[in-house]
């Protein structure tokens, strides 16, 4: 081998040794680094274990205890679940067979009350008849008050005698059982504040 061959191989060697030991700093490093992060971690998760000091103003955290579920408790909480179910629908049921009874029952009614002869009535609160087939010509303004109010009736014969009866709406029929628990809170106000005498305030007079 000739002296500048030798020369080249030295530099060569020399370069690898070098190389080797930068990769073997490099690797120390790296291993250091990672020792310190895991320690770090290690003594963040020991802080979050640590129970708190107990003393003035420190509060006692409860930890609770998951209870496992016997396979008897669990039939036991599945039925009171279907049983509760089988409540509400036989209740929706019931509430739907009550309506669809009077239902029946208003449809016979009505029939039966269309073919009897009578007609159509406004009586005044007090009683009193606006006789509407004797005033056919007159307009509104001159046979009802203003601000008065009437009931709608039909007037029905018995024997000699005119016998007024009011036309009502049963609105049972037609409301869902959502709307009844509704309506019945509603008619519950309206008595309480009629016990109480509370009553609406009077339109204001027009000037």
Known sequence: MTKKEQEAEAARLKAEEEERKRKEAEAQRIKEEEERKRKEEEEKKAKEKKPPA?????KEEKVEEHVEETEEQKIE???KEINDQL????????????????????????????????????????????????NLQKNGTELLRERKAYVLCHIKKQGEEDVPENIVIDGFCMRTPEEDVKWE????????????????APPPKKK
């Open 77 to 79: 909480r599945e039925k």
């Open 54 to 58: 107990k003393g003035k103003g420190a």
């Open 185 to 200: 809170e509603e008619q519950q106000e309206k008595e309480a504040a009629a016990q109480k005498g509370v009553k609406k």
């Open 87 to 134: 409540k509400v629908l036989n209740d929706e049921i019931e509430a739907f067979t009550k309506k669809m009874n009077l239902c029946g029952e208003q449809s016979v009614k009505i029939e039966a009350d269309s073919k009897l002869p009578k007609l159509i009535e406004l009586l005044e609160k007090e009683g009193d008849r606006k006789f509407l087939r004797n």
